[in-house]
């Protein structure tokens, strides 16, 4: 590892300033449209995990499955939840092993295929042993995609948009959210006793799309380099991140550079769970993984998500305008994920992800007092003051939570372990929701507003441990975060370096062929190296 020389003179102050202002601007539109596409499936995730929602609200699906007369309905449900998430778990450590095993790139398009399948058989169900098992599919097959999406663009994004880029994830999830609502209100009103099977096949849509245009994407260039694909990554990074401001592909040659030496260090790290657990550092990665995921599923917001047709029915509100309440709730997510990524990179990591928390609890508090009141009352007035709190709490959680609740977790863990740490934080995510889904319908019935109280007190206690003991993320590079967690040994390179001239660009181009051609902004330029 170089060390850094505070007192080191800089041969000329001009030259070093110049190539840091032009490796500034360092995004194309090519890395916008890439990163666009990879989140597609980010979407189809979104469409996968949220359309049981609205399928409940479906009377035909109701009927076709006798679940108004049968006596084990209220299990049945529950089941439809709980099994979604057992795939979850299931696909959760999937993708951590698929990760590193075959690329981000296959293992994004495996879950793809498990959506489309499991939608085509989730829509053509002719038992409800049938249904039940093809969620476990569709679970699978989501969480492998919510597992190794983030992973794999937060791996193609520049430190200083990072945050944004990634949280491109979040808008489409919430996207996906959005257009299953809008799919199960028009199908409502579609004749016939299959009408839930409409929006259940149109799962199907968005994985095709996906897998007719994925092959020409770029795979994730440090995977590359741990797999000794030196040419590949480097062509996808001079690719990515090259601009006009910066015709020497400077910033390029620095992130190459400092990614090819960090993973070369990577390689001699251990990169098992038991090793995790046995090093003080990743274990306290884990333990902040593993608490963040907690923290954020025990807020509430999958519990309305899932159950609301039963939340907004306990509030006095018919069919149709429960349909309609479920969409605007989604649509609002989907704007306000789009607002948080004006600020999302302009606030450190924990001070936005315990303002969320507060937030979250303190909306969730004026909707427990409200309906503690008002709940079975008839009282439109609050009941509406009721309805309204919930879509302030869906704007609290899409402001603050939704997207760190995927870019903090790829930020804080080193290259070689950054997929087990994702499969972590799902697999987390997974069993909270199925312990909080689980126990929702029952506890709707016997404690009623009191069931709030949850996701009050957790989320409180929440905001003040990651003010305490959460490590600040914000515009560093993913090859240097292992030093804020006391591991400067794991560190190789320091951008710091690069940018101050203590290693030399003669030293950045030494590894290079003759000559290469890059593509910048549409058009091929030879770059001469020395």
Not at 126 to 145: P, W
Not at 268 to 273: D, M, Q, R
Request: proline fraction near 4%; glycine fraction near 8%; include cysteine.
């Amino acid at each position: 590892m170089t060390i850094l020389d505070s007192s080191s003179n800089v041969a000329d102050a001009d030259a070093v300033s110049r190539p840091r202002d032009q490796a500034k601007q360092h995004v194309n539109r090519y890395s916008i449209c890439v990163i666009l596409f990879i989140t597609l499936s980010s979407a189809a995730y979104g469409y996968a995990g949220s359309i049981i929602a609205t399928t409940l609200t479906q009377p035909s699906f109701f009927e076709y499955f006798e679940l108004e007369t049968r006596p084990d309905a209220s299990t049945i449900i529950g089941l439809m939840n709980a099994l979604y998430y057992v795939g979850g778990i299931i696909g959760s450590f999937t993708s951590g092993w698929s990760c590193n095993r075959f690329g981000r790139k296959i293992t994004v398009i495996c879950g793809n295929i498990l959506i489309l399948l499991s939608g085509a058989l989730l829509a053509g169900s002719v038992h409800i042993g049938m249904f039940l098992a093809f969620r476990v599919m569709s679970g699978c097959g989501s969480f492998i995609i919510l597992s190794s999406v983030p992973v794999w663009v937060a791996e193609l994004s520049p430190p200083k948009i990072r945050g944004i880029l990634t949280d491109i994830h979040a808008v489409f999830m919430m996207l996906g959210y959005t257009i299953a609502c809008y799919c199960g209100l028009a199908f409502y009103f579609v004749e016939g006793n299959n009408q839930w099977r409409g929006a259940l096949s149109i799962q199907t849509v968005l994985p095709v799309i996906i897998l007719c245009g994925i092959r020409w994407m770029p795979e994730s260039p440090r995977y590359l380099i741990s797999k000794d694909r030196i040419e590949e990554a480097r062509k996808i990074i001079f690719r990515m991140h090259s601009h006009p401001s910066d015709p020497e592909g400077l910033f390029a040659k620095w992130e190459f550079y400092q990614i090819r030496k960090q993973i070369e260090l990577d390689k001699t790290f251990a990169t098992s769970y038991v090793d995790i657990f046995k090093q003080p550092s990743m274990r306290k990665r884990a333990l902040i993984t593993v608490f963040l995921e907690f923290c954020l599923m025990s807020s509430g917001i999958l519990v309305i998500l899932n159950y609301g047709s039963i939340i907004w029915k306990s509030l006095g509100f018919n069919t149709v305008q429960i349909l309609n309440f479920q969409c605007g709730f989604q649509l609002t997510g989907l704007v306000f994920n789009v607002v948080a990524m004006s600020f999302v990179d302009k606030i450190k990591r924990p001070h936005l992800i315990a303002g969320g928390f507060f937030a979250t609890a303190l909306v969730m508090a004026g909707e427990t007092a409200l309906q503690r009141f008002y709940l079975g009352s008839g009282e439109r007035g609050g009941l509406i003051a009721c309805a309204t709190l919930i879509l302030l709490f869906q704007v609290s959680y899409s402001l603050f939570l939704d997207g760190p609740t995927f870019f903090y977790v790829a930020e804080i863990w080193p290259s070689h372990v950054r997929s087990q740490g994702f499969a972590i934080a799902m697999a987390t995510m997974s069993v909270t929701n199925l312990m909080w889904l689980q126990a929702a319908p029952t506890a709707f019935n016997s404690i009623g507003w009191r069931f709030y109280l949850f996701f009050i007190c957790i989320p409180v206690v929440g905001s003040g441990i990651v003010l305490l003991f959460f490590k600040d993320t914000l515009h560093k590079p993913l090859e240097e975060i292992a030093a804020i967690f006391g591991d400067q040994d794991m560190v190789a390179v320091y951008q710091q370096e690069l940018e101050q001239g203590h290693i030399p660009v003669d030293e950045l181009d030494s590894e290079d062929m003759e000559k290469q051609r890059i593509e910048i902004s549409g058009t091929v330029e030879t770059v001469e190296t020395a």
